[in-house]
């Protein structure tokens, strides 16, 4: 029974996001509730945000021969992605669907794929190329992020999953060099 219900929600979501979107985030309504969804997405965010730098600076001082692999594939990266994204131009979640989002973004097109966990990921990747075992832990708290940003209303399902398999095709196939 419980397998049907899996096929019944894909199911819904495929033909009426605006539904999905309601079944998805119906514990998620309370105030609190919403206050506790955008500080995880905030602190998710943040880690990443410091994270980084921290690899940038232990990376320049202490293994300078792989300084331009951690600065150069996320940029070049990013930016490759970012142009992509541009000549897409999908709609949000907000944009199409009747849906009131839990993170307030007004930000109009760029859904796909998204930026935001493109970027975890690839942070993660960096890391896993300098210590695997906390670049594992990133990349679970980007899927944790990709989740965020569905629950949230700011991107769709697909738009976080090419952006998370962005990720990891860039750094497996660019870090690996």
């Not at 594939?73 to 897409?88: C, D, G, M, Q, Y």
């Amino acid at each position: 029974m419980r397998n049907h219900a899996f096929f019944v929600t894909m199911g819904t979501m495929w033909n009426n996001y605006a539904e999905f979107y309601e079944e998805i985030t119906a514990k998620f309504q309370s105030v609190a509730a919403k206050k506790r969804l955008n500080a995880f997405n905030i602190l998710l965010t943040n880690i990443f945000n410091v994270a980084y730098p921290c690899l940038f600076l232990t990376v320049f001082f202490f293994q300078r021969n792989k300084f331009s692999k951690i600065l150069l594939i996320p940029a070049i990266s990013f930016t490759l992605l970012s142009l992509v994204r541009k000549e897409l131009n999908c709609p949000r979640p907000y944009e199409k669907d009747a849906i009131i989002p839990l993170i307030a973004k007004d930000t109009k097109g760029d859904s796909m794929p998204s930026r935001h966990v493109f970027s975890a990921v690839i942070i993660a990747m960096a890391f896993l190329y300098i210590l695997p075992w906390l670049g594992i832990v990133l990349l679970i708290l980007a899927a944790m992020s990709g989740c965020i940003r569905i629950l949230g209303g700011v991107h769709y399902p697909w738009d976080v999953a090419v952006g998370y398999l962005c990720g990891i095709c860039c750094g497996l196939l660019f870090f690996a060099l």
